[in-house]
């Protein structure tokens, strides 16, 4: 994978992201290692981010490289009306791999074609997040011991989560069942699902949430925004719905564990996070070894 | 004191807050090794500070260790409405040990007891910043050649200086007479003058300082704030009352020193910056040397 | 150098400008060594920049040193109204060097005079900008072979343009021509063409940028800013006569190189890019070799 950049899940082959797994774990066992020393990575978050920029700091300062860049574009050329051009060009100079977030959809794709170091992207717009994706995906494995064959639930805004539809695609090369809860104004798009269908496996839509918890090997859950509404009373009534509570889970699988991308708001109720099901801060934890493996994978000390 | 959080002076037995000190005097004597190497420290700004947050920046990477975090909370996932415990947990699954700056009393407290790693206080709201006190406390000493049957003298707004009541605590301990100046709005709180009764002290209240000059081993000046006076002539009046001048310490004693935890606005007069009573610029370096044994005795490195 | 400051490009005599230029040379062959381990730079940027303040993060970076600082002054005590000064011999205390950008002229003088550890000027208002001059000299001297008897353009605002002043006095060192080309109101100030005079050099004023491209080894291009123009009829007029085009380099030296601080609005068309005259990116990463030279020179540590 040396000098490759990571803009969409499907840039890396089912093998390959196997692979990233299989290092990743051997990250979870050592993170602290030298094998980053006299290497820089710039960190460009053109958009907010505290998990996926601290976790990609401390990927990359707990192997020993260092890390520029900046948390937001107050700072920025981008004010003096800089193009994404001109400033990915300058930061390539700068650094051996650049990792950046974007409003934009798209905007990695170009930043990877003007760059003249490798680009894994860490969210562009309602587009891709494929780190996410990995790390979701090396969650599932962990808590399940395979990727093959298991009942996933998708719950919430399934319409513009980038997170769901990369995980979504992955999951598509390891013959998964597909439960999908959403309200009808935030379904799984189309092209989506033509992904699902294509592989020949199934999908089935819920409107109920209490509708797969028995069934459900993974729940993964996500933030519905108010924002994607136009009638808030609608909002009011689909955001109680998709509350996930601790006495919910009685008669769910005992093998049950629950993600989440975060940050969460109140969709899983804090009476969760003791229940050994509760699994989205491991998984959060989990992003810095998929991370370390990603790192070092593309600038090619592995 | 492996993997204790500090959260309040009263933490630390005073006993440990003298081992603090001592550690500190050979990091003054050696600033510079490399003993944090593969430590990630996160510095979590929830507030805005620039020597505290640099101070904790310098003592960490003069140690070779790591430091990644946020400055202010504007671009972080505190925005989306991300609450202070999911934050904390998150950073605690990045880092070794997080120092943490609040607005709000009490939630550094909070923080250390959802925390997997040990929490130090940089500044929570109007409660505690023991960080701030050992410093002061390492100041007096290296300044006085003791801690004890000191004339302190503290001058300002000692109603909501959290600095000021975390000191005047710690030198309950040390057999300190305290001699309290402040417009009568701003007179130290009751429950702060209890502690120094129940140690059976003397205080002493004043509104001039010109009357504890010529007594005081030590005066610590702070910051009046105009924001804390509903009557803006009332401020006007106090604030010329408490501007320390060269030409008024004549007649101090020869080992007096001035102290401020910084930033000052004009209540210490710049005529006085060349005078070697004055110590606040040595004092805030000082800050490094404590940071670094806090941290390193924290982590246990030490 | 040891231990100087770097405020005006006129603080290194000739031969140690050449000095820095040739240190560069040899990071540019090895940019990433371990000489700078346990040192701390400060990077205070009272002005946001990305170029200036991401090149010297990975300068010092590469060599093993740490940074600390602030992108802005927005998370600073700077906004509790702190002083210059007082941030200034705070920060010093924290640091081995401090590289500043500041809003206010003559504000990185000051800074100087009051910190205990040398300064390094990263622009002051419209005053100076001395480590983008060296490195403007470096690009000249890397493209052309030398610095001496050069035909030298000068595109756009000349008047406000801190980089042309700079760069401007430091080549009346070596015999060049200067051939400037701006709107009326954006003429090379007078107290700038007078040393040009005082060497006995020539300079040509000119208005059209056309005139000058078939003459010249270097043109330096600068952004036109809206702001400075009262009448926007005649903004807009200037604006497109500075645009510079692929096509208008037909009949340009073979050996011409076009020059450019960054960041770049409209003013060199995107379609000069690929050109192989076209050195403005190339020209941003030598910033990062020459200020390596700065940082360890002034450091002592070469």
Redesign the interface.
């Known amino acids: 994978m040396k000098n490759r950049s990571l803009i969409s899940i499907n840039d890396f082959s089912k093998e390959e992201q196997i692979g990233i797994l299989d290092l990743a774990e051997s990250f979870e066992k050592q993170p602290?290692r030298?094998i980053l020393e006299?290497h820089?990575v710039?960190n460009l978050?053109f958009e907010?981010?505290?998990?996926t920029r601290?976790?990609f700091?401390?990927a990359v300062?707990?192997l020993?490289g260092?890390v520029?860049?900046?948390?937001?574009t107050?700072?920025?050329?981008?004010?003096?009306?800089?193009s994404l051009?001109?400033?990915i060009?300058?930061?390539s100079?700068?650094?051996d791999l650049i990792v950046m977030r974007h409003p934009k959809d798209g905007s990695a794709r170009y930043a990877s074609e003007v760059s003249s170091v490798p680009i894994i992207n860490a969210g562009d717009g309602a587009n891709q997040h494929p780190t996410q994706c990995l790390l979701d995906m090396y969650s599932i494995r962990k808590t399940q011991g395979t990727l093959e064959n298991l009942d996933i639930a998708f719950v919430g805004d399934l319409k513009y989560g980038r997170t769901v539809h990369s995980l979504v695609m992955a999951l598509t090369n390891f013959n998964c069942r597909f439960h999908l809860v959403s309200p009808p104004e935030l379904k799984l798009p189309s092209a989506v699902k033509m992904h699902i269908k294509e592989k020949q496996l199934e999908y089935t839509q819920y409107t109920e949430l209490q509708d797969v918890l028995p069934i459900a090997d993974i729940v993964y859950m996500t933030r519905i925004q108010r924002e994607r509404f136009s009638d808030p009373i609608e909002y009011e009534k689909v955001k109680n719905a998709y509350i996930l509570r601790n006495n919910m889970l009685k008669g769910s699988k005992e093998s049950l564990r629950i993600l989440h991308p975060?940050?969460?708001?109140n969709e899983i109720n804090?009476d969760i996070d003791d229940n050994p099901k509760a699994y989205y801060?491991?998984q959060?934890?989990n992003g810095?070894y998929v991370r370390q493996a990603l790192v070092t994978s593309i600038l090619g000390v592995i």
């Open positions: 602290t030298k006299g820089v710039a978050f907010p981010s505290t998990r601290l976790s700091d401390t300062n707990r020993g260092k520029i860049g900046f948390a937001d107050s700072s920025t050329s981008v004010q003096k009306g800089e051009k001109d400033t060009i300058m930061v100079n700068y650094s975060l940050p969460r708001v804090v801060f491991q959060a934890l810095v």
